[in-house]
């Protein structure tokens, strides 16, 4: 095993003394428990790639016959466009956007 040294906020080595107590192990067990867990989780986000880079909506809409300005037309209907904290949109009532009528 190698030693080694780092700074903690003092807030921070009281809650991690704490919770050691707690669980009955040494705070460097915690240390060692939580570096391990974050070199895992980096490991699992690393093989799964970068993130989409895509909005959520792409993809939402199977229509092989859509052509660009189809395309536009639809998202117009669904990103309305926000003027003078207003939402506009073929949902909006009275200015209000009312998320009950979309599909």
């Given at each position: 095993?190698?030693?080694?040294?780092?700074?903690?906020?003092?807030?921070?080595?009281?809650?991690?003394?704490?919770?050691?107590?707690?669980?009955?192990?040494?705070?460097?067990?915690?240390?060692?428990?939580?570096?391990?867990?974050?070199?895992?989780?980096?490991?699992?986000?690393e093989a799964?790639?970068?993130?989409?880079?895509?909005?959520?909506?792409?993809?939402?809409?199977?229509?092989?016959?859509?052509?660009?300005?189809?395309?536009?037309?639809?998202?117009?209907?669904?990103?309305?466009?926000?003027?003078?904290?207003?939402?506009?949109?073929?949902?909006?009532?009275?200015?209000?956007?009312?998320?009950?009528?979309?599909?």
């Open positions: 095993m190698k030693r080694t040294t780092l700074m903690v906020d003092e807030g921070t080595y009281a809650e991690l003394e704490s919770l050691a107590r707690r669980d009955g192990v040494s705070t460097g067990h915690l240390i060692r428990e939580a570096m391990a867990s974050y070199l895992t989780d980096r490991e699992r986000q799964a790639g970068p993130p989409n880079p895509l909005p959520s909506f792409v993809g939402a809409v199977d229509d092989p016959d859509m052509q660009g300005a189809d395309v536009e037309e639809f998202l117009a209907a669904w990103m309305p466009i926000h003027e003078a904290g207003e939402r506009n949109g073929p949902w909006a009532q009275d200015g209000q956007d009312d998320d009950a009528g979309r599909p």
